[in-house]
């Protein structure tokens, strides 16, 4: 069975930093591309950012330079490193990985405000 848990969310000033972590189970975790979501209040879940299991990196357009995804196969975690928040990064956070199935994690809250 396939799990996803989260950690790291919580409130932050803007400018403030947050790092979430993923641990993964169930699946080869070193694999699989795993990837970070993310959902704010009435919008559409969108990507924020992706790791191959070449360690190849990708980001939305609006995090790219201030997020970084990084993992570590031998704890089967994934992390994104949030820097320079902004209140428009406010949203639930969700750990992806696709491994014959699409997998999500429950979402953790960060939000950015003052």
């Known amino acids: 069975q396939v799990q996803l848990v989260e950690s790291g969310g919580g409130l932050v000033q803007p400018g403030g930093s947050l790092r979430l972590s993923c641990a993964a189970s169930g699946i080869i975790f070193s694999v699989v591309t795993m990837g970070w979501y993310r959902q704010a209040p009435g919008k559409e879940r969108e990507l924020v950012a992706t790791?191959?299991?070449?360690?190849?990196?990708n980001y939305a357009d609006s995090v790219r330079g201030r997020f970084t995804i990084s993992r570590d196969n031998t704890k089967n975690t994934i992390y994104l490193q949030m820097n320079s928040l902004k209140p428009e990064d406010t949203a639930v956070y969700y750990c992806?990985?696709?491994?014959?199935?699409?997998?999500w994690g429950q979402g953790t809250q960060v939000t950015v405000s003052s």
């Open positions: 992806y990985t696709r491994s014959g199935a699409n997998y």
């Open positions: 790791i191959t299991s070449a360690f190849i990196t």
